[in-house]
């Protein structure tokens, strides 16, 4: 049953203390699966330990879309992040109250608010035109 396994343990005692280093210290944790040594066995018992959960993001990119998953344990998420051509090129648990590469980043915000201002200024503009027709 566990022939094969080399890594997964280790990555499953490095999650744990991650979890409990984000629930007593507020501490985030990521480790990049892809750039560590696991067998197909590894993948298999680390995805069926840690399960699935109900939430999923998935952000649709021109050059970078990613996926997350939440774990069936709260604050574990697994994420992809693909090319262009959709392989993937980054797989990471990681271990958040939130995926941090799926938050908002303050440059982004300020990319929002200009173009929110824009299609507020636009807006009101169109009914005032309206408004005086």
Same mark, same amino acid.
């Given at each position: 049953m566990f022939d094969g396994i080399m890594n997964a343990p280790y990555i499953l005692k490095e999650l744990l %203390? #991650?979890?409990?280093? %984000?629930?007593?210290?507020?501490? &985030?944790?990521i480790i990049y699966i892809n750039k560590l040594p696991l067998t197909q066995q590894?993948? &298999? %018992?680390?995805?069926?330990?840690?399960g699935r959960g109900s939430v999923r993001i998935y952000i649709n990119s021109k050059t970078q879309p990613m996926e997350y998953w939440e774990t =069936?344990? =709260?604050?574990?998420?697994v994420g992809t992040i693909y090319d262009r051509?959709? $392989?993937p090129t980054l797989e990471i648990i990681e271990v958040n109250y939130f995926p941090s590469l799926a938050k =908002?980043? $303050?440059e982004d915000i300020e990319e929002g608010l200009k173009i929110?201002?824009?299609?507020i200024r636009y807006t009101v503009r &169109?009914?005032? &035109? $309206? #408004?005086?027709?």
């Open positions: %203390l #991650a979890l409990k280093d %984000l629930y007593q210290k507020d501490q &985030e944790h590894d993948r &298999e %018992l680390l995805l069926d330990v840690l =069936s344990i =709260s604050g574990i998420w051509e959709g $392989k =908002s980043y $303050k929110f201002e824009e299609r &169109e009914i005032l &035109e $309206k #408004a005086q027709d």
